[in-house]
């Protein structure tokens, strides 16, 4: 029972190394002409997309006008993925302190992989659905 929560931690801190490289930032005006940010797209609007860093700064990072935006959940579970499939430790955070302080054994790499690969499914749409 206490490899939930150490899973769950694990995957929060995944997520949190990587939303701290760049964060998605959504510009639109509304049919009055207001100009709206905002960090997920407004449903059946045009937006202009831009990528920021940490600190609130233009990366050179763009997503050309038009194309899709993956899910978030989907970028996060591939990523998950990519940091799963290297030989590389992968530590958890089992004291709950906000620090890892244990590493990943085969088993709970298995573990997170299976997670990484069910939330693949569930929120990354297929090529060209």
């Known amino acids: 029972m206490r490899l939930v929560p150490c899973l769950a931690a694990l995957a929060l801190c995944l997520a949190v190394v990587a939303t701290t490289k760049a964060q998605q930032v959504y510009q639109w005006k509304d049919k009055n002409g207001v100009t709206h940010y905002s960090d997920t797209p407004p449903p059946s609007q045009q937006v202009q997309n831009r ?42 955070d089992t004291d709950g302190d906000g620090k890892p302080d244990t590493t990943l054994d085969d088993a709970g790499r298995a573990t997170q992989r299976a ?10 749409k297929p090529a060209g659905g």
């Open 51 to 92: 990528r920021i860093n940490q600190y609130g700064a233009p990366t050179s990072e763009t997503q050309p006008a038009g194309k899709p935006v993956e899910n978030p959940q989907c970028a996060t579970a591939r990523r998950n993925l990519e940091v799963l499939g290297n030989k590389a430790p992968v530590q958890q």
């Open 115 to 124: 997670l990484a690969e069910a939330g693949v499914q569930a929120y990354c």
